[in-house]
């Protein structure tokens, strides 16, 4: 009896020790790295600090940015590919990077799906197909009528080969059966200054840098390349809604680590996302990016990074698009 009164003795003891320590260990217990694979000032930059500054918040601890560019995306995505899976070292990702790239690039440095845990995409919103005022088009439709009548005669611009905003121009060319060119342009504001100049008729650019622009009537918008419309535009319709079937294109900002990643840091960082992106704060500042806020789960993340890479190797494939 006295024997199992010590041994209980010793496990309540030892329990009382353990607690605390294991207690301690609660991810994050120091500073957390958040590469951003593009320049500051961008969407994703825009995204990734506002989540990381509500990370902090949230767990306890300082969630800090790191721009590394390059490749497209590929080379700080790479950084964190190659980084300790301990949870602290992350990458908020694009669509453009994960979704385009294995299809641009001959020789990817990783597959975006086998080499990285998928956390959480944080954000999603459209593109947006805007036109110079003095294009004699108003609707998407009548856009394409007149590049069917005019086959190679429109020019649309785009920051360069296979960007986002140019593979939006090449599924828009394969799905209405189109032919315009493409003008690639060393940087998205040149492209842009063009068509309000009338150089070019138009191109597809981020919600959140044509907005001013469409209401300064600077341009035209005919559509939003999202599934459905933008709040921040409720009367401009989806490229589907204005009759090109099957089209869909949308920037994302998702949230990811190296493989091997603690299904506890994955869950712990995925609750958190989910929290900040239900904040009504947090969805205006998104909103006014031309935005939304997601927060959804791993297995979502995988769905559609799956989807999206078939859709966007046919693209490239049918355009002939190469990594520049």
Not at 117 to 146: C, F, K, N, W, Y
Request: hydrophobic residues 45%.
């Amino acid at each position: 009896m006295r024997r199992k009164q010590f041994l209980g003795l010793c496990a309540a003891v030892g329990g009382a020790i353990l607690a605390p320590a294991y207690a301690q260990q609660r991810y994050p217990q120091k500073v957390v790295r958040i590469v951003v694979p593009y320049v500051a000032g961008g969407n994703l930059d825009v995204t990734a600090r506002l989540f990381a500054q509500h990370l902090t918040e949230d767990l306890g601890q300082p969630f800090v940015i790191e721009n590394r560019p390059g490749a497209n995306g590929n080379t700080g995505t790479e950084q964190i590919v190659r980084s300790a899976a301990d949870g602290y070292s992350l990458a908020m990702v694009s669509a453009g990077t994960l979704g385009i790239n294995p299809a641009l690039y001959a020789n990817m440095p990783f597959d975006p799906e086998k080499d990285l845990t998928h956390i959480s995409i944080v954000a999603t919103g459209p593109m947006v197909l805007q036109v110079t005022p003095s294009l004699p088009v108003r609707t998407m439709q009548e856009l394409v009528d007149l590049a069917r009548a005019q086959p190679g005669k429109l020019n649309f611009g785009s920051g360069g080969n296979g960007t986002l905003a140019h593979l939006s121009l090449e599924m828009l060319k394969l799905r209405a059966g189109v032919d315009i060119v493409h003008v690639a342009y060393k940087g998205t504001s040149l492209a842009t200054t063009d068509v309000m100049a009338g150089h070019i008729q138009g191109m597809f650019d981020t919600l959140s840098t044509a907005a001013p622009l469409i209401q300064q009537g600077k341009v035209r918008a005919l559509a939003v390349t999202s599934a459905r419309r933008s709040a921040a535009f409720p009367n401009v319709p989806t490229v589907a809604e204005a009759g090109v079937r099957d089209y869909a294109a949308e920037t994302w900002a998702g949230l990811v680590g190296p493989p091997g990643l603690p299904r506890d840091v994955v869950e712990r960082l995925q609750a958190a996302v989910a929290r900040i992106a239900a904040r009504p704060d947090v969805q205006q500042r998104l909103a006014g990016v031309g935005s939304e806020a997601v927060g959804g789960t791993p297995e979502q993340f995988r769905l559609q990074l799956a989807s999206e890479r078939v859709r966007w190797a046919e693209v490239v494939k049918v355009s002939g698009a190469k990594a520049e």
